[in-house]
């Protein structure tokens, strides 16, 4: 055998011996399992429509300044200026 195989043997042996141990890598297996159910919910319905609402924002104050006859920087990226 290898040593991975033997690693994997005696880990397995020691999990059917200690209780703790298959309730302890139950637990940690299903707060993985959460994660990685809330952490893209969080991204797609949460953080998603926000970054909508705030580019939505962003380009009716453009439109309102534009409209107006005012050339004012952009909110994020205003200090870079391609046209002088």
């Not at 299903?30 to 969080?42: A, D, H, K, S, T």
């Not at 926000?50 to 924002?57: A, Q």
């Amino acid at each position: 055998m290898t040593k991975i195989q033997d690693f994997w043997i005696k880990i397995k042996t020691k999990i059917q011996q200690t209780p703790w141990l298959t309730l302890q890598l139950f637990l940690t297996a299903l707060v993985v399992y959460i994660i990685g159910i809330v952490v893209p919910f969080i991204g797609w319905f949460v953080i998603l429509p926000l970054g909508m609402v705030v580019v939505l924002i962003f380009a009716i104050l453009g439109i309102i300044n534009a409209a107006g006859g005012q050339m004012k920087p952009l909110p994020v990226i205003g200090k870079f200026q391609i046209i002088k």
